[in-house]
């Protein structure tokens, strides 16, 4: 969110190219999916009767943070100039992006293909206990596609070290031809960009916020509708670009870290679902 969410000088984290590499695919009926696990475990392409719906690698979207679908994990959004507090101790993450960190440490990490059959695939990912996340943990993924529905389910557990975490996910989607989307409250920004609390009433967009929302988002396309439903209780929503719309669940707000942690004990997972539905 904010103004420096759009690719800047390379180098940066965030904004470093990153190539799909090996894709996998999985298939069921009229659904191909093509998965990059060593590009941030993220999906690279999800094509229905044809059509595909994400925005893909390429010249202008080859950054690590402007294609396909991505897992955000162990946070999702920035983080605060990458400083929180924890247990009392505070700590400071690389910033990737501008002054911020932002979308955890999974989308620029190999993924592990723990398992791969016709429709589904099932990843895993050893969190780094360093100076770009100094708990360690796992994450998996589990990516499922039925006819003419898509599932995806994402995970963090922490191990030997207590930690804060959040999850999510961050599709680029082809630009819609109309968006329906109806939270009950929008976190307000201050003049970085950043997510502050109290929430107050959706304000008109469009849109490069934070949402509190329990209703299923429709994306609308020339012959058909696209649902999108998760048990997330947050939702980013980013439309500001021509070409793409975000639409992020995520278990937490943007800045979690600083606004609302929640706090996984050693052996404690959290676990969120994503269903993209096509009408």
């Known amino acids: 969110m904010g103004p420096d969410r759009n690719p800047a000088e390379p180098g940066t984290g965030?904004?470093?190219?990153?190539?799909?590499?090996?894709?996998?695919?999985?298939?069921?009926?009229?659904?191909?999916?093509?998965?990059?696990?060593?590009?941030?475990?993220?999906?690279?392409q999800i094509i229905h009767r044809g059509d595909p719906l994400l925005v893909e690698y390429g010249p202008e979207t080859s950054t690590m943070i402007a294609w396909g679908s991505y897992p955000m994990v162990p946070w999702a959004g920035r983080v605060r100039e990458g400083r929180f507090d924890f247990q009392r101790n505070s700590y400071e993450l690389p910033l990737n992006l501008g002054e911020h960190a932002i979308h955890g440490v999974g989308f620029g990490l190999p993924w592990r293909v723990d398992r791969h059959e016709e429709d589904l695939i099932e990843l895993s990912l050893a969190l780094p206990d360093d100076e770009r996340w100094p708990?360690?943990?796992?994450?998996?993924?589990?990516?499922?596609?039925?006819?003419?529905?898509?599932?995806?389910?994402?995970s963090v557990r922490a191990l030997e070290k207590a930690m804060p975490a959040v999850v999510g996910w961050h599709p680029w989607f082809r630009k819609p031809e109309r968006l329906d989307f109806t939270p009950s409250k929008i976190y307000p920004r201050d003049g970085r960009g950043i997510a502050v609390t109290p929430c107050v009433d959706p304000t008109p967009g469009p849109w490069d916020d934070c949402f509190i929302n329990s209703d299923p988002v429709r994306l609308h396309y020339a012959g058909q509708s696209v649902r999108l439903l998760s048990d997330c209780s947050?939702?980013?929503?980013?439309?500001?670009?021509?070409?793409?719309?975000?639409?992020?669940?995520?278990?937490?707000?943007?800045?979690?870290?600083?606004?609302?942690?929640?706090?996984?004990?050693?052996?404690?997972?959290l676990e969120r679902h994503f269903l993209i539905e096509w009408d």
């Open 234 to 269: 947050h939702w980013v929503v980013y439309d500001e670009t021509t070409y793409a719309t975000c639409v992020e669940p995520q278990s937490g707000p943007a800045d979690s870290f600083n606004i609302e942690q929640v706090v996984l004990q050693p052996g404690e997972a």
């Open 135 to 154: 708990f360690g943990g796992e994450a998996r993924q589990r990516i499922e596609a039925g006819s003419g529905w898509l599932k995806m389910r994402l």
């Open 14 to 44: 965030a904004t470093v190219p990153l190539a799909p590499g090996e894709l996998f695919t999985i298939a069921k009926g009229p659904l191909v999916v093509t998965v990059a696990p060593h590009a941030g475990g993220r999906i690279a």
